[in-house]
């Protein structure tokens, strides 16, 4: 079994900062790219923010320059700095994982429950 578990998600006026963080537990081998993915209500999920295992990162226009993804891969922990947030980033957030576990030896991709980020203007 494979866990991604999203935390430091909640409610901040616009300007304001949060910063999301995402654990991968469980049987896993190896950790590929691991990124952010948020769903606003009535709209469809939309890619955030990506980065790989040698730390190359992409970003959705809509967030660059603001939002700043890294990683630490001793702890398989991903992480997303929100700055200058705006009431359009409100949204749920999920993280996102390509991972090979010991039970299925292949590249999968697996999904967090989501934390929901609330800015008001």
């Known amino acids: 079994q494979v866990q991604l578990v999203e935390s430091g998600g909640g409610s901040v006026q616009a300007g304001g900062s949060l910063r999301l963080a995402c654990v991968a537990s469980?049987?896993?081998?190896?950790?590929?790219?691991m990124g952010w993915f948020r769903q606003a209500p009535g709209k469809q999920r939309e890619f955030v923010a990506r980065?790989?295992?040698?730390?190359?990162?992409n970003y959705a226009d809509s967030v660059k320059g603001r939002f700043l993804i890294s990683r630490d891969n001793a702890k398989n922990t991903v992480y997303l700095q929100m700055n200058s947030l705006k009431p359009e980033d409100t949204a749920v957030y999920y993280c996102?994982?390509?991972?090979?576990?010991?039970?299925?030896?292949?590249?999968?991709?697996?999904w967090g429950q989501g934390t929901q980020v609330t800015v008001s203007s």
């Open positions: 996102n994982a390509d991972l090979v576990r010991r039970a299925l030896p292949r590249l999968s991709n697996y």
């Open positions: 469980g049987s896993i081998v190896s950790i590929d790219a």
């Open positions: 980065i790989t295992s040698v730390g190359s990162t």
